[in-house]
């Protein structure tokens, strides 16, 4: 079974420029989570879609937006980038929102964005 | 406010001892618990978790402790190997008004090292 994809590995982006991420899901997950790590924030939720709904959003500007579709692909777009925006993003599925404890969050490898 | 504390950014072990990672939480809604491991340039993998109905969960070489009381949770690693060496990420989520999950809260990190 594929694991998590994400789209592509690396992007370097200018200043104020637009940037779209992509991920695919494993394979049967309707479920897809969007994390943002930096060094010294660790983990941070931005936001959760299950069957094309968002169904929970994080602490984020309204700059950073995401959609899913009907395969369960998702996107997650940053528009007007800033230098804070450099940081790995992270895209994980699961069977059911949000995870459970039988069905845990899966995580792809990753894109590493860096804003100049 | 940071709900999920991992106070120790790093941590240095033998090999074939026991390697301990700590975590903290504040908000007494979590639920469910898990830790993460993750390699540079890779994605977090799940590792183990627990269910905040029960105090142990033991999976080979790993075990996590729950204490509810002192909101505290541990991971134990016997023996460490040096193929543990990893930033291993401590998450928590709460199950919401009709059993919905919460999207995970994830702790900062503990870089372990384990020495050959």
């Known amino acids: 079974k594929a694991g998590v994809t994400q789209t592509p590995r690396y992007l370097i982006k200018t200043r104020g420029q637009q940037v779209t991420l992509s991920c695919s899901p494993i394979?049967?997950?309707?479920?897809v989570s969007w994390y943002q790590q930096t060094p010294g924030q660790g983990l941070q939720f931005l936001f959760e879609?299950?069957?094309?709904?968002?169904?929970n959003k994080g602490n984020f500007p309204g700059r950073f937006s995401g959609r899913q579709f009907s395969n369960s692909r998702s996107e997650m777009n940053v528009s007007t980038l800033e230098l804070g925006d450099s940081a790995l993003y992270l895209c994980?599925?699961?069977?059911?929102?949000?995870?459970?404890?039988?069905?845990?969050?899966?995580f792809g490898n990753g894109t590493r964005l860096t804003v100049t | 406010d940071q709900q999920v504390k991992q106070n120790s950014p790093s941590l240095s072990v033998q090999e074939g001892r026991i390697s301990i990672l700590n975590c903290d939480y504040t908000?007494?809604?979590?639920?469910?618990f898990l830790w993460y491991k993750k390699y540079p340039a890779e994605g977090p993998t799940f590792l183990i978790s627990i269910s905040s109905i029960k105090d142990k969960n033991e999976d080979g070489r790993f075990t996590v402790f729950l204490n509810k009381s002192a909101k505290h949770l541990s991971l134990h690693i016997v023996p460490s190997q040096p193929g543990d060496s990893a930033v291993y990420f401590c998450a928590a989520s709460a199950t919401g008004y009709g059993g919905s999950q919460g999207n995970l809260i994830f702790g900062k990190g503990t870089k372990l090292s384990v020495k050959p």
């Open positions: 908000n007494s809604m979590f639920d469910y």
């Open positions: 394979s049967g997950h309707r479920s």
């Open positions: 994980a599925s699961s069977l059911v929102p949000g995870g459970s404890y039988n069905s845990p969050l899966h």
């Open positions: 879609y299950f069957s094309e709904t968002q169904r």
